[in-house]
Structures are given as structure tokens and as C-alpha cells.
């Protein structure tokens, strides 16, 4: 159970680090992505916390999942998946940045 996990937390470090890409050339210096892992006898919690510019991922679109992959646009998967693999996924701004809590029963 815990394995099904790995694939959101990838998809979620992707678009974490995006973020940070278009930060670093929008403000410029660096910033800091905070991950934790939090493992407990029925459940396993993902915190992702950054000082990146606001971004609610909960609040994307559904991506358009009836191309091929060789006709789809780039994008939106990683959130999708994290969606439908998560047990529970909430997103907050706090006073230092972006926190996104992802929860997988096991």
C-alpha cells in the first residue's frame, strides 16, 4: 500500500520544483522545499512545505485524459494522480508559504 504513495509524492516533487523553477527566475536567489514523512500503524502522511508564490494544486482542472500521449499537452498528470491515489490530500497557504498534506491509508 504504502508503494502506491511513491508515484504522488514523485508527481508532487515535480510540480513543487517547477514552482520553484519559475520563482528563482521570476524573484531570483534560492528557496527551500521542505518534505516530511510521517508513518503510523493505519496511515502514512506526506507534508510538502515551500516558500514559493501561492499555488493551490487542488484547485487545477481535470486533465483531458481521451488523447494519445502523443497528442496530449504536457501537464497536469502529476496532480491528478495525486488526487486519485491519496486518501486525503488539503492544501493551505501559511505565513512562510505553500503546505500541501497528502494521506495514504495502509
Known amino acids: 500500500m504504502v508503494r502506491s504513495s511513491l508515484p504522488s509524492l514523485d ?6 520544483a517547477h514552482q520553484h523553477d519559475i520563482l528563482r527566475v521570476s524573484r531570483g536567489g534560492e528557496h527551500s522545499i521542505r518534505l516530511s514523512v ?3 500503524r493505519a496511515f502514512v502522511e506526506i507534508v510538502l512545505e515551500d516558500d514559493a ?10 486533465p483531458d485524459l481521451e488523447p494519445s500521449l502523443e497528442e ?3 501537464g ?6 495525486v ?8 492544501y493551505e497557504r501559511t505565513s512562510s508559504g505553500n503546505r ?7
Not at 508564490?53 to 481535470?62: D, K, Q, R, V
Not at 497536469?76 to 494522480?81: D, N, Q
Not at 488526487?83 to 488539503?90: A, C, E, I, Q
Request: net charge positive; with cysteine; charged share 20%.
Open 100 to 106: 500541501l498534506v497528502l494521506v495514504k491509508k495502509v
Open 11 to 16: 508527481a508532487c516533487l515535480r510540480g513543487t
Open 83 to 90: 488526487k486519485k491515489l491519496m486518501d486525503d490530500v488539503s
Open 72 to 74: 496530449r499537452a504536457v
Open 38 to 40: 510521517s508513518p503510523a
Open 53 to 62: 508564490i501561492p499555488f493551490n494544486p487542488l484547485e487545477a482542472g481535470a
Open 76 to 81: 497536469g498528470l502529476g496532480i491528478h494522480f
